[in-house]
């Protein structure tokens, strides 16, 4: 079992930043891939970016080249650093920790950017 908490989120204005957390307990998070996903009101749940055990990086095309996802496995913790945001990145966020065939979420954390 995995326990994630998501933390950072806030209100910003467009071209602000925010650095979400996502800190783990239970297991490493070094065992697993980690990703933070968004939801928008009347939107399906996406993802924004994933990192894997080796450190390998991937994300959604929305946000190339102004978030970076990043890991510190001593503080068993995921990071999403975003910048320049805009207000269409306003959702709720999440993370979540994976290896198959176990998921596990955290609660969310609310991303509003405002114009």
């Known amino acids: 079992q995995v326990q994630l908490v998501e933390s950072g989120g806030g209100l910003v204005h467009a071209g602000g930043s925010l650095r979400l957390a996502c800190a783990a307990s239970?297991?490493?998070?070094?065992?697993?891939?980690m990703g933070w996903y968004r939801q928008a009101p009347g939107k399906q749940r996406e993802l924004v970016a994933s990192i894997t055990s080796g450190g390998s990086t991937n994300y959604a095309d929305s946000v190339k080249g102004r978030f970076t996802i990043s890991s510190d496995n001593a503080a068993n913790t995921v990071y999403l650093q975003m910048n320049s945001l805009k207000p269409e990145d306003t959702a709720v966020y999440y993370c979540?920790?994976?290896?198959?065939?176990?998921?596990?979420w955290g609660q969310g954390t609310q991303v509003t950017v405002s114009s």
């Open positions: 979540r920790a994976w290896r198959f065939p176990a998921t596990f």
């Open positions: 239970g297991r490493r998070t070094s065992d697993y891939l």
